[in-house]
């Protein structure tokens, strides 16, 4: 191949990766509602090739079978929460502070993803075996207890916060508190006679999150 065959040859294979990373991206945000509508035992390949307006083939092509697609879509969901955390620079402020944006990021981010507590759902349901399968899944989710880690020591040396916290667990309890109070929010309301989910009751919820985990971690 000569210079100028080599130089148009370029441009042609980088349009042919982008055509497949579109393709991918089409496919996983397809798959993605039909499993947070369906789950993984009602969903449907067909169903997904109609939503992405794709040829049920490539599909394939990309992804072995409907196992190994919602393993991918597992990943891109937390792809997709992790980068949106990284957006906060919660390094970048006072620890407090830091903590409080997390408490208010991850409530907001469930309220506006309800797609993904579905597929959460829907993962716990499988025994999370397309997690357990997945190292890109704990790669994704290892800087965050890292980064927890670091704002926790800088509000211990700066005597604002208690010793002996642990990010893992602390992440857990911030990530519990919504989860549990959105994914159950029709038995919450029902039994206790208040619509849970109204302005008034969203406002509640979060400045309680808030008050429980700084309460845990603040001295004093």
Known sequence: ?????????????????RDADRSQSTILA?????????????????????RAALNKRLIYYYFEDKEALFQAVLEQSYRDIRQAEQQLNLQELQPAEALRKL???????YLQHPEFLTLLNSANL?????????????????PLIEMLARILERGRRDGKFRGGVDPMQLYISIAGLSYFYLSNNHTLSAIFGRDLLSVK???????????VILGYVLIG
């Not at 191949?1 to 980088?14: G, L």
């Open 103 to 109: 408490v208010e990021f991850t409530w907001d981010y």
């Open 30 to 50: 397809a798959a993605r509602d039909e499993f947070a509508e369906f789950g993984l035992g009602g969903a449907r390949m067909d169903r997904i090739a109609e």
């Open 201 to 211: 009751a969203r406002q509640e919820r979060l400045s309680h999150m808030c008050d």
């Open 126 to 142: 499988h025994k999370a075996r397309h997690l357990q399968e997945s190292k890109r899944a704990r790669e994704l989710n290892s």
């Open 1 to 17: 191949m000569n210079r100028t065959s080599r130089r148009e040859a370029a441009p042609a294979a980088e349009e042919k990766v």
